[in-house]
């Protein structure tokens, strides 16, 4: 099984995003999403047959993986790949990508927001992304509290030219951003020393969760600055692992009674880990998310 960081590693960028509706800026009930790093597996082995089942599940939308700065995604010519999604009625509305500190073989990685961001963000612009989102940190790239506003500043220059091609940069968190550090969480720094409106926030609520902060508070001291939200469920067991919506203890109802507040635009399920084929967690999590919170 492909774990975050060799999936990092590997595909350079973890995400890109094609063939967004213009008009689509606004939370839409209608578009329930898939982070494609949950189907991982299956995306490496035949990501036109994937992006086939995850819309005959019922989801409309995706966040997927594997640009890289020859223009392919998961290895599938852009304009394939384009033509796959809208023949199943897919919209691709965000992506992710790594910050880039770390090397590949003793080498830069390409496609990443240090080294050769503004021809990822031309790449991501034809092809109509709206998002661009860091996925991660890795541990080598945390540091200090120092270096975590030295990353915020790398994000504002990011989110400039971002900006400058039509498209928001995000940042995506997990918990690690909430050890605290001479007694403040990195979270703060990285929200109080990236501009608000260059870079926005990716809130993922299981991770939130893991960390034992409130959401909503969060939404509260920063209004509007979470337009995206990953969706995945936390069990009822001590270990706190990953299952599928609706079937662990996070009050998402509750939640979503804050998308405005929060800014809300599009979100994704996502489940890292799932008990057997990821195909039988997304329908679960989907089937509770048509019942319960669209």
Same mark, same amino acid.
């Given at each position: 099984m492909t774990t975050r960081r060799s999936?990092?590693?590997?595909?350079?960028?973890?995400?890109?995003?094609?063939?967004?509706?213009?008009?689509?800026?606004?939370?839409? &009930? &209608?578009?329930?999403?898939?982070?494609?790093?949950?189907?991982?597996?299956?995306?490496?082995?035949?990501?036109?047959?994937?992006?086939a089942k995850v819309a005959q599940i019922g989801y409309s939308s995706v966040e997927g993986g594997n640009y890289n700065s020859a223009g392919k995604f998961y290895n599938v010519d852009a304009k394939v790949f384009a033509k796959t999604l809208k023949d199943n009625g897919l919209i691709m509305p965000s992506a992710h990508y790594s910050l880039g500190e770390d090397k590949y073989n003793s080498q830069a990685v390409e496609g990443t927001i240090l080294h050769g961001w503004e021809k990822?963000?031309?790449?991501?612009?034809?092809?109509?992304?709206?998002?661009?989102?860091?996925?991660?940190?890795?541990?080598?790239?945390?540091?200090?509290?120092?270096?975590?506003?030295?990353?915020?500043?790398?994000?504002n220059k990011a989110g400039e030219i971002c900006k400058k091609a039509g498209i928001q940069f995000c940042y995506h968190n997990h918990n690690f951003e909430f050890d605290k550090q001479d007694g403040k969480y990195p979270y703060e720094i990285l929200l109080a020393n990236a501009d608000k409106d260059l870079v926005k926030m990716e809130m993922d609520l299981?991770?939130?969760?893991?960390?034992?902060?409130?959401?909503?508070?969060?939404?509260?001291?920063?209004?509007?600055?979470?337009?995206?939200?990953?969706?995945?469920?936390?069990?009822?067991?001590?270990?706190?692992?990953?299952?599928?919506?609706?079937n662990g203890i996070i009050n998402f109802k509750e939640i979503f009674?804050?998308?405005?507040?929060?800014?809300?635009?599009? #979100? #994704?399920?996502?489940?890292?880990v799932c008990p057997g084929d990821p195909y039988d967690s997304i329908t679960q999590s989907i089937g509770y998310i048509k019942?319960?919170?669209v």
């Open positions: 999936f990092l590693k590997t595909s350079a960028v973890l995400s890109a995003g094609l063939l967004v509706a213009p008009n689509l800026f606004a939370y839409d &009930k &209608k578009h329930i999403g898939l982070q494609l790093y949950t189907v991982r597996d299956h995306m490496a082995k035949d990501p036109i047959a994937t992006l990822a963000v031309d790449d991501a612009a034809a092809i109509g992304l709206k998002y661009m989102v860091c996925a991660y940190l890795s541990p080598t790239e945390r540091g200090n509290l120092d270096h975590y506003k030295y990353v915020g500043e790398q994000f299981f991770w939130i969760t893991k960390a034992n902060q409130n959401p909503m508070e969060i939404f509260k001291e920063h209004p509007g600055r979470f337009p995206l939200w990953h969706i995945k469920d936390m069990d009822k067991t001590p270990k706190r692992a990953f299952t599928e919506v609706g009674e804050h998308a405005k507040k929060a800014g809300l635009k599009y #979100f #994704f399920v996502e489940q890292d019942k319960n919170l």
